[in-house]
């Protein structure tokens, strides 16, 4: 069974940063996708950002230019690195891991495969 922990959310003021990570616990493979994703209050879930094994990496609009993905296959651990964060960036931010994956569905956020429980990430303006 492989699970995905999040952790390094947290609260800062608007300007901040942050860095998220993901730790996958069992090595599945070396084709994968896994991303970002966030839902906000009142919100549907968004795709944020999401990495293949390639290393070739998408983005949603909003983040762009503020948020980096980068991962570490040495320890299954995948990082979102968060600056000038914004009140608007303020959602509960969850990890997925795809490891079947189409690529255009990867870039496109639509992945099928294990979620992690989320870690919460607060922006006071």
């Known amino acids: 069974q492989v699970q995905l922990a999040e952790s390094g959310g947290g609260s800062v003021q608007a300007g901040g940063s942050l860095r998220l990570s993901c730790a996958v616990s069992?090595?599945?493979?070396?084709?994968?996708?896994m991303g970002w994703f966030r839902q906000g209050p009142e919100q549907e879930r968004e795709g944020v950002a999401t990495i293949d094994s390639d290393g070739r990496t998408a983005y949603a609009d909003s983040v762009k230019g503020r948020f980096t993905i980068s991962q570490t296959r040495a320890n299954n651990t995948v990082y979102l690195q968060m600056n000038n964060l914004k009140p608007e960036d303020t959602a509960l931010f969850y990890c997925?891991?795809?490891?079947?994956?189409?690529?255009?569905?990867?870039?496109?956020?639509?992945?099928?495969?294990?979620w992690g429980h989320g870690t919460q990430v607060t922006v006071s303006s």
């Open positions: 069992t090595y599945q493979g070396s084709n994968y996708c």
């Open positions: 997925a891991a795809d490891y079947s994956p189409d690529l255009v569905a990867c870039y496109a956020f639509r992945l099928h495969g294990y």
